[in-house]
Every structure is written in C-alpha cells, then in structure tokens.
C-alpha cells in the first residue's frame, strides 16, 4: 500500500510560481515512476508531468511544458512540481500518483496509475 500527501498549493496571481510536493510512504517509493495530474470544475483529470523511478526521464503536457518541472528526492520519498508563469488556465487541483508497474519509464495515462492522493488546490488569478 501506498499513501500520498500533496502540499504546496494556493492562490496566486498570473505569472507567479508555486511548488507542489508530495510525500509517499508505504512501499519503496524509488521504484516507482510518479505523475502529477490536475483536474478543473467540469473537466476530466488531465495528465500534467511524470518521472521514472530514478528521476532520469520526465514528461510533461504540451500545455505545461517549458513552464513546470517535476522532479524527486528518494532519500525523502518526495515529488515535486515546480510550476513557473503560472496562467489562469493552470487552475485545478492537482494530483500526484504513482505506478507501481513501471520504473524505467513513466506513462501519461491516468488509468496507469494505482495510487492518488487527495489533491491539493492551485488557483490562479488574473
């Protein structure tokens, strides 16, 4: 079992910059690869960014890219989404999951991923 705690969330003006975490435990967190999606009001969970277990290939959205980072820490069991010039459009919560099927790799799909946490908020203004 895996258990996940995003933070870092807020509100934030256009052009700001936000850091997200998230915190696993449960299982051998650096196996695994992670994902970072994001849902807004009325829409489907969109895939955001994911790294492999060693942190050695990332992959982002189209809409994200050049904009947010993702990155980990083994050692502290910890994801992490950079979000620079963050835009209005970037609002939603956003989700970190793992996949506990893929290491060297990560997938952009949703389906792929066992394990979520409970979302934290990012919102931002105009």
């Known amino acids: 079992q895996v258990q996940l705690v995003e933070s870092g969330g807020g509100l934030v003006q256009a052009g700001d910059s936000l850091r997200l975490s998230c915190a696993a435990s449960g299982r051998t967190f650096s196996s695994y690869a992670m994902g970072w999606f994001r849902q807004a009001p009325g829409k489907e969970r969109e895939f955001v960014a994911a790294i492999s277990g060693s942190g050695g290939l990332t992959y982002y959205a189209n809409s994200v890219k050049g904009r947010f980072t993702i990155s980990r820490d083994n050692a502290k069991n910890t994801v992490y989404l950079q979000m620079n010039s963050l835009k209005p459009e970037d609002t939603a919560v956003y989700y970190c999951?793992?996949?506990?099927?893929?290491?060297?790799?990560?997938?952009?799909?949703?389906?792929?991923?066992?394990?979520w946490g409970q979302g934290t908020q990012v919102t931002v203004s105009s």
């Open positions: 999951a793992v996949d506990v099927a893929r290491t060297v790799s990560a997938s952009t799909r949703k389906s792929e991923y066992a394990y």
